[in-house]
């Protein structure tokens, strides 16, 4: 009787071992599928980051690309202006001269109304 006892009291001490064993294994369970769901979340998260990412870094070229054609622009309208300006400056001097015979420094030599041999043309 005694060996039934102690193979009883085996056989219940080995259950109750298994039993911890075995909630100890579904906590861990448990654990891993936390870890899974968190990791798939984070790789989710690192997916959406990295697009957004490549979505701004296009837009930024673009953007540097604007910037670099607007400035060239605003060197060629000022250029504009200037030349546009100069021409209005040499209507407006040529106008006065005609109209009140203003002797301007130069102006036959640019306007080539000097004879060849002439050296002292203005």
């Given at each position: 009787?005694?060996?039934?006892?102690?193979?009883?009291?085996?056989?219940?001490?080995?259950?109750?071992?298994?039993?911890?064993?075995?909630?100890?294994?579904?906590?861990?369970?448990?654990?891993?599928?936390?870890?899974?769901?968190?990791?798939?979340?984070?790789?989710?998260?690192?997916?959406?980051?990295?697009?957004?990412?490549?979505?701004?870094?296009?837009?930024?070229r673009n953007?540097?690309?604007?910037?670099?054609?607007?400035?060239?622009?605003?060197?060629?309208?000022?250029?504009?202006?200037?030349?546009?300006?100069?021409?209005?400056?040499?209507?407006?001097?040529?106008?006065?001269?005609?109209?009140?015979?203003?002797?301007?420094?130069?102006?036959?030599?640019?306007?080539?109304?000097?004879?060849?041999?002439?050296?002292?043309?203005?």
């Open positions: 009787m005694q060996d039934a006892n102690s193979a009883v009291r085996a056989s219940s001490d080995l259950t109750n071992s298994m039993r911890q064993a075995l909630a100890m294994l579904s906590t861990e369970v448990q654990r891993s599928e936390e870890v899974a769901k968190t990791f798939d979340d984070s790789t989710r998260i690192m997916d959406k980051t990295a697009n957004e990412y490549r979505s701004l870094s296009i837009v930024a953007s540097r690309k604007l910037v670099a054609k607007l400035q060239r622009r605003d060197w060629t309208d000022r250029l504009l202006l200037l030349f546009g300006l100069l021409v209005f400056s040499l209507t407006v001097l040529s106008i006065l001269r005609r109209r009140l015979w203003i002797w301007v420094p130069g102006w036959k030599a640019i306007t080539g109304q000097c004879a060849d041999g002439d050296w002292m043309c203005f």
